[in-house]
């Protein structure tokens, strides 16, 4: 049937094959809100079985081999044993994601806050985690930052700014050689006055003045309700700063639940505008494709292998996208025309391609 429309289904199937999936190690844990932790039955409860698991929905989808740590969750003696132990599972070892909000020193925050003391023990974390991408080969160094103020005047916001520049400055130069720093933002919680990366902007900034390995990492529920991210998205790979993504959907807030559950035109929109900037030669080959979701009620690997599948199903519609119609009708400003084609796209059922 696809063929029948023209559609290249062989080169389809090979972009969409060639494109890896990142897995969160933390996905396959047991997991709650705020309210409570709800353990499931086979939940994986060490950074082994986290590695079997993500093992057994690479061998179902065959896109995902990457599988992301968060230290020190999945702190271990021995990375090198540890990265053997991936490979033997047909997988490897992908971002590494430091962990600079849980103890109790960063109350106040990490690199933001105004203790010294409290700036180098984050730093060092920093190091070690660079010396763990050393040892696990990865390529990815995963930062996102709970730094924020819950009150009006509780800290001076230009001071924590700078403080920022400084650290993530000093995180820059310990990055391994060929390897890329993605700076998350998030625009509230768990700081709920102000976030001190509160947005694509702010990241954008922070990751110029970091150095040239400083890229912008997109998590789709870290934005305000009826934030255009497909629109971000182009901006940042036109500016050549669009590290990655980490996959989720919510309805609300930050809700991690499984990706195009709720709005998976969304998702068929940005990989349309990473297809547009590949198309005027921008340089999109690097982006991490990341998930970050937490199965509180759905089971740990079917959750997964289903978002998987909605993110392949979001990347081929937008490959069938009839372009030399759709600039055509641009020319003519004729907008029905140009959604039309678009709608047309995302309503090819694409599930015989993966």
């Known amino acids: 049937m696809l063929s029948s429309q023209g559609i290249e289904v062989e080169e389809v199937k090979a972009k969409l094959k060639a494109q890896e999936i990142e897995t969160p190690s933390w996905g396959y844990g047991n997991s709650g809100t705020r309210f409570g932790v709800f353990k499931q039955p086979g939940a994986a409860r060490d950074v082994h079985e986290r590695l079997s698991d993500a093992a057994q929905v690479h061998k179902v989808t065959g896109v995902c081999p990457g599988v992301a740590l968060h230290i020190p969750w999945d702190k271990v003696d021995d990375y090198d044993a540890l990265g053997q132990e991936a490979a033997e599972l047909g997988v490897c070892i992908g971002a590494i994601n430091p962990n600079v909000f849980q103890e109790p020193e960063y109350k106040l925050g990490s690199f933001g806050h105004r203790d010294p003391a409290v700036r180098r023990k ?3 974390h920093m190091h070690e985690c660079a010396d763990i991408m050393q040892q696990t080969g990865s390529s990815v160094l995963s ?9 009006p005047g509780q800290d001076d916001i230009i001071e924590r700014k700078r403080r920022f520049e400084e650290c993530l400055r000093e995180t820059h130069a310990m990055l391994p050689e060929g390897t890329r720093m993605l700076i998350e933002y998030k625009f509230f919680e768990p700081a709920f006055y102000h976030t001190d990366i509160a947005d694509w902007g702010m990241a954008l900034n922070f990751a110029i003045k970091a150095g040239p390995q400083a ?10 309700l009826c934030t ?8 940042l790979l036109d500016e050549g700063r669009m590290g990655g993504f980490h996959f989720n959907n919510r309805k609300y807030a ?3 639940v499984t990706t195009g559950s709720v709005n998976l035109y969304e998702v068929f929109l940005i990989y349309h505008e990473i297809l547009n900037a590949e198309r005027r030669g921008v340089a999109a080959a690097n982006i991490a494709y990341m998930i970050d979701q937490s199965h509180i009620i759905k089971p740990k690997v079917e959750a997964m292998i289903q978002s998987v599948l ?15 119609a759709l600039v055509e009708a641009q020319a003519e400003d004729d907008a029905v025309a140009c959604e039309e084609i678009l709608r047309n796209a995302y309503d090819t059922d694409v599930r015989s391609l993966l």
């Open 310 to 324: 909605n993110i392949q199903m979001a990347y081929a519609r937008a490959l069938l996208v009839d372009r030399p």
């Open 215 to 224: 890229e912008v990492l997109v998590d789709l529920g870290h934005h305000p």
């Open 143 to 151: 930062l996102w930052f709970a730094d924020g103020t819950n009150y």
């Open 122 to 124: 984050a730093l060092d």
């Open 254 to 256: 930050d809700d991690d």
């Open 228 to 235: 255009n991210i497909e629109h971000l998205v182009a901006l």
